[in-house]
């Protein structure tokens, strides 16, 4: 079986886990229970009491989407694998199985007294996250090069310096959520809308620029044209 | 890698998140506790009661079905991806794996007071899961064409159209349902059996006019007959 | 996209909801409660306590087993799908991920006065997943045949038999259930384990006839071979 | 279909449960419950005291993960499936799925007077995972061989040594954890790590001899010279 398998089986599995992940977020938001049942209308303050926990099923998605956009992305870039680059991936996967707990923490105590530690942890899980595909990412560029050869080395500098930067933006409101915990939150959501913005902008340049690809050319050239519009 | 297997990729992503939301529904259905255990026959009072979880279970699984035949009914039309579809599809299973809760509160006070409530909220759901598609679709047609060059104006029109059906019939149950939310939910139930049924009769059309497909025709000529049967 | 791509994404989604329901089983095994935690050895008695729960686990997990052999087993025969098929898989996939309630309440109740209702709802929701997979298999065989033209009459009643079959055996425990559970109980075991190891010896034959494939024949020949086996 | 295909049905349908599997233990890690939420810090104890179900969080997700590579690894040295094969590849997931059961037993009790059961019944979970990959080879090896003939006596013999001392090596624990619990969990981590850096230098052994696979070599040398550098 060809390293192109072994890749494709990687992804398969990575997919699988993101996706249960991206759906066990709504295990946790409790159905409420209303007191007074026979009370006409009773049942809308405590609909709207959940709304933490609908907060923090947003903000969750929002990650582990972009968590798995980048970590496709990225994934496209490789020719091989290696066993480091099994398990570094099993690190990865790790983190963000592990995100439904904080989420259900934040969900539980945000609007409470609590909320510092709430953000913090739900924060430092993120950073986890992104260490995770740090790691990943270490493993790709050494010892050995798992990038297909057309890679370029701008190309492999930009992922580097994404996901370093992602890294301290996470350290940074790690911190500020200790202080200033909705302030971390919201900081934390709006970055994550402006990177969902930047990634759509970045992918159509892509494919304006790629455009004729749908008009079958040679093989190697539509592959190319895609990597080549990266180093941009 | 080239754009088919871009498709193929968020295919199986999708696929994934409908297929784990569907199963999850399953779990927000508890277990009845019997108080006298002792008794002969006591556990049949108790299953009976539970029958709001199975309605519940019953709809909200015939939703996600519907949606899930519909998501790649319009998926098989498509050429290529855009950033934009990437993150319009991620909303749109954010919708998805959203439903098991909306459910949930369907299952839990559908029989008592609260009914309208539980019935708008779970029909504003599926209001949000529309919109999620109707968002998906726009990203499909516009700024760039994402459809195959073969798929013609009139079959675009027609899936716009039955999106935006949907959305208008949505919007209907969920203002009635304040009011008649038994009635409400029997509506969606009915339209939902007609539409599966419609589907069944269109798709067998299709099969029919395409049943000399079986013996291998040249692929263009296969691949077309399929798309100028959805014109008709 | 071809009919047999038509297949494959049925078979793929199909795949995960199995893979879900059969994994979910376990979640509704409740870790036991210990009350006094401190004497040493306390907690082997509460463990065995589960043991309802266990078996209810192994039985049920066979069953979906057993039922994914089957419907992967069918579905290679077919080389087309049609919309009928695609929503009698919809609805045997609804009777699939119902499994682990019926298993809950089984786990809950089988050592109870209450074990003839749970046996009987067990085999019921047994029964109806049968039911399912009459009607899938209805829906391959008619209006229009789904299946490989190499597919004989004989491989196809042969099916048909096994289906009906089950539904009749399914249909006697249930009926027996409500006055012998244990014993209806066992006898669905120890039928499912009959059931396995004939399953097994089957394809081991079906798989020495067709040893030769390992060496490449003709495609035609090789797809033959395996069908022309079913018919012996 | 071929059989190459029905390899690949097995592979996808396990690798589901695989993913599934390790997603779920995040589910037994209840969300802390904090009395006094009006005094900041509070969810600080509580989020440490959760610290059991971090534990056997890591632990339990480590054995999935080396499960997974190992079933991966030896499947990908077959060529055929068998109807052997098939059910004990389903009794191999069947003690997947079960994992997440005694690990939540684990966590709720490791710091507790029963922590010698817990780690033993943990242990003993382990123990039959690998029983179910011992039988599960043994199916691929007898009686017919299901494996690809360039795969040498040696290859086999390797794994089968492999599944045999692991099958040792979690009798030993076990037997250990009924008086050392403590230590027989610390004698499992540290043997699993060890696990994960050997089979990572193996791997990137592979990988380096394979190095030149990247530079398009004929296909059968290149799939060639991976199964010979195991025999090594």
């Known amino acids: 079986m060809s390293q192109r398998n072994e890749l494709q ?6 997919d699988a886990v993101f996706a249960i992940a991206c759906t066990l977020l709504v295990i946790e938001i409790g159905v409420p229970h209303v007191e007074d049942v026979l009370r006409p209308g009773a049942l809308w303050p405590a609909l709207k009491a959940v709304w933490p926990s609908f907060v923090a099923y947003l903000i969750a998605f ?5 968590a798995w956009a980048n970590h496709h992305r990225a994934l496209k870039l490789l020719v091989r694998s290696s066993g480091a680059l099994l398990y570094a991936n099993g690190f990865l996967l790790l983190t963000v199985t592990f995100m439904p707990f904080p989420t259900a923490v934040l969900a539980e105590y945000v609007n409470t007294a609590q909320a510092n530690i709430a953000v913090f942890f739900y924060s430092a899980a993120c950073l986890t996250m992104n260490l995770g595909f740090n790691l990943w990412w270490l493993c790709v560029c050494r010892p050995v090069r798992l990038l297909a050869p057309s890679v370029s080395k701008a190309a492999e500098r930009r992922v580097t310096i994404q996901t370093l930067s992602g890294f301290t933006f996470y350290l940074c409101t790690t911190a ?3 202080w200033l915990p909705v302030t971390a939150l919201i900081i934390i959501s709006g970055v994550q809308v402006l990177w969902i913005v930047m990634s759509v902008e970045e992918e159509d340049r892509v494919e304006s620029t790629d455009s004729e690809q749908v008009e079958p050319l040679t093989p190697v050239k539509a592959h190319g044209s895609w990597l080549s519009t990266i180093e941009v």
């Open 9 to 14: 089986r990687i992804e398969a599995f990575s």
């Open 62 to 66: 929002a990650s582990l989407l972009i």
């Open 176 to 178: 500020l959520s200790y």
